[in-house]
């Protein structure tokens, strides 16, 4: 059973940076697709950043290009989300997800197999 758990949600001041992490327990993160999600106040779940089993493959919803950047150590079975240039907009709970072995980087969240319970980002303006 995977387990995901997310972490470094905080408050902070646009323009400024936070990295949040998903540990994954109960099953290794080598060689599976994962991704962070968003849920924004009022709005559906989005999309926000994907990264292949390998790390070489990544793929971003199109408004974070540029400012947030995914990464993953398997070693310590994390996922990372690391943003830059924070906007109020970026204010949601950001969830880690967990997709299947060797496969693509989807944006679809029906692809996606496995999720935490999310962490709140607050962006004050």
């Known amino acids: 059973q995977v387990q995901l758990v997310e972490s470094g949600g905080a408050l902070v001041q646009a323009g400024n940076s936070l990295t949040l992490s998903c540990t994954v327990s109960?099953?290794?993160?080598?060689?599976?697709?994962m991704a962070w999600f968003r849920r924004a106040p009022g709005k559906e779940r989005e999309f926000a950043a994907a990264?292949?089993?390998?790390?070489?493959?990544?793929n971003y919803a199109d408004a974070l290009k540029g400012r947030f950047t995914i990464s993953r150590d398997d070693a310590s079975n994390t996922l990372y989300l690391q943003m830059d240039s924070l906007k109020a907009e970026d204010t949601a709970i950001y969830y880690c997800?967990?997709?299947?072995?060797?496969?693509?980087?989807?944006?679809?969240?029906?692809?996606?197999?496995?999720w935490g319970q999310g962490t709140q980002v607050v962006v004050s303006s």
């Open positions: 997800a967990f997709g299947p072995r060797f496969s693509g980087v989807s944006a679809d969240s029906n692809f996606y197999t496995d």
């Open positions: 109960g099953h290794t993160s080598v060689g599976y697709t």
């Open positions: 990264i292949n089993w390998s790390g070489d493959n990544t």
